[in-house]
């Protein structure tokens, strides 16, 4: 068999990976690329294999990163089955149409420009129509049931810990007479976190494919960082001012609803001028909570506990659900001190970039991120410590104060990484190291050799391997950063020569006062150092 790694490979989005047996073709999740502008141009691009030939996917969880793509591999021509947890298919019901309500209306704000400008008209990735129709290919089981896909291939979902309905994937392919079991452990979570188990151990694997999110990391504590969060909160109203939280509308949002209602439902010594409103500004965060309520089965023994004695987990007396396009725009006409909790949880979309908009200027509010954030969205920007961005057409200075809380993370960082393969009691022969940005996938194989003696590897887009239940052999593929880098630098080359070209075009206003006459040399010479700093490069690159 083979497996190739068309995603999440040196990087952390776009998860995409295909096994190729005799008889049949299996996708592992099929997500969107998320990133900067060259990162999302590659959700555009044709599918590296036929989708037609694809017989089923296998869907480890419903963040876009994972899921974002399924209705452009129907539209594409899939007719195989989706099979995922049943609260993985009550999520993607509400997330795959809100992705393509997104695209739909991003595209119709773009072509106004564009028929205005006389331009090509585009078209969204998918549309809400394309979402609907790849519905119908879904089947969700629940965790550790057996799933025979067919004579030679079974699947088990065990509980990630990561969101609702997240899974570790237990794959079982007879083949040539022998059997290979090959573990995918999608996103793995942090454990004794709220609200969602903690993630399920495996006892044996052949092959194992991890995420290294956090490979180089180690996370604060979870209540360190509720703690820090609260005193943010405090610090800020105190001050007069607002905080904005980007945050995920599916996991993250609700862990820290879960956590604000304890905070306030159950604490008596806060004055009530600190009973600040908490609003939650994402119509498909308010959908997504629907769905974790009806899906409590799924809790750990705290939240069902509370459920139990009668406390409703994702409702308490200062917090308000905002729906409406009205209600979103009036929280930013007010100037009182709140707490807005608003995906996208990058900062890369969706309502919180207007929050974003008009509150990063003014220093009395704070702004918390409480996930992870790719290389290129705006909220790495922010991170960064960037004093001004563009948004939403305005220049904005930034002047508020910046947290970044890790102990909220939903991703496993380095040491839960480590803690988990330890437990195999059956160890890979090797392990494949994905969904992390290099260095952190680094980090974390060469630890793994260190502490286990198993060799990992860190493919590159597009690395195939050939796999049996005892040997292993590659057929390279490409390193996408390069080609990132590539596409990066011919697009500043098309820039630089339609300026020349503009140059050009007024020539003749330009000789006739004498501007490129007076300028010439220093024209020349610039073009000369350009010339001498290619030469270098290609000298470099043959070495």
């Known amino acids: 068999m083979e497996i190739q790694f068309f995603g999440a490979a040196k990087m952390v989005t776009g998860s995409n990976y295909l096994i190729t047996t005799e008889k049949y073709n299996i996708l592992v999740d099929c997500g969107m690329f998320q990133g900067n502008k060259e990162m999302e141009k ?97 089947e969700p089981y629940f965790y550790n049931q057996r799933i025979n896909l067919n004579e030679d291939i079974s699947i088990r979902f065990k509980d990630a810990g990561h969101i609702l309905g997240s899974a570790v994937v237990e794959m079982w392919i007879q083949e040539k007479g022998e059997q290979t079991k090959i573990v995918f452990s999608g996103d793995l979570g942090m454990p004794d976190r709220p609200i969602i188990k903690s993630p399920e151990f495996i006892e044996d694997a052949d092959y194992l494919i991890i995420e290294s999110t956090y490979g180089n990391t180690n996370h604060e504590l979870f209540k360190s960082s509720t703690e ?167 220049e904005i200075d930034v002047q508020l104060e910046i947290y970044d809380l890790e102990g909220f993370s939903g991703h496993a960082d380095q040491k839960t990484l480590i803690n988990w393969i330890d437990r195999f009691k059956t160890k890979p022969k090797k392990i494949f190291i994905v969904h992390g940005e290099e260095e952190q996938s680094n980090t974390l194989s060469n630890l793994i050799e260190d502490k286990f003696n198993i060799e990992t590897i860190v493919p590159n887009m597009e690395d195939k391997f050939n796999i049996s239940k005892d040997e292993i052999e590659l057929k390279k593929g490409i390193n996408i950063e390069p080609v990132l880098l590539q596409q990066d630098i011919e697009n500043e080359l098309e820039n630089v020569y339609k300026q020349f070209g503009a140059l050009v075009s007024r020539s003749g206003m330009l000789y006739k006062d004498k501007i490129i006459e007076k300028n010439y040399d220093e024209l020349k010479n610039k073009l000369i150092d350009l010339q001498h700093e290619l030469m270098d490069l290609n000298i470099l690159l043959s070495k």
């Open 42 to 138: 590659m959700n555009f691009m044709d599918f590296p294999y036929d989708v037609e030939e694809v017989d089923y996917l296998i869907l480890t969880h419903a963040h876009i990163d994972h899921s974002g793509r399924i209705p452009k591999l129907v539209k594409d021509g899939f007719r195989g089955k989706i099979i995922c947890t049943k609260p993985t298919f009550d999520l993607c019901e509400i997330m795959l149409l809100d992705s393509a309500k997104i695209q739909e209306s991003d595209v119709e704000w773009e072509n106004k420009k564009r028929l205005r400008a006389g331009q090509d008209m585009i078209y969204p990735l998918y549309t809400m129509k394309d979402a609907e129709e790849s519905l119908k290919y879904f």
């Open 228 to 394: 820090k969060l609260i005193d943010i909160i405090n610090r800020t109203v105190i001050r007069g001012g607002s905080v904005i939280i980007p945050s995920f509308a599916v996991g993250r949002t609700q862990e820290l609803i879960y956590e604000l209602n304890k905070y306030y439902e159950y604490n008596n010594e806060i004055e009530e001028y600190m009973r600040i409103p908490i609003y939650v500004d994402s119509p498909m965060a308010v959908n997504a909570t629907e769905v974790f309520q009806k899906n409590s089965s799924s809790f750990d023994e705290e939240a069902t506990e509370l459920i139990l004695k009668g406390d409703n987990p994702f409702s308490f007396s200062n917090l308000r659900y905002i729906r409406s396009q009205e209600e979103s725009m009036a929280l930013n006409k007010s100037n009182y001190p709140k707490v807005i909790i608003s995906s996208s949880g990058m900062a890369n979309a969706g309502r919180v970039r207007h929050h974003l908009k008009h509150n990063l200027w003014n220093p009395k509010n704070s702004l918390v991120f409480v996930g992870y954030q790719a290389e290129g969205t705006l909220g790495r920007i922010l991170l960064d410590g960037v004093k001004r961005v563009k948004l939403l057409g305005e």
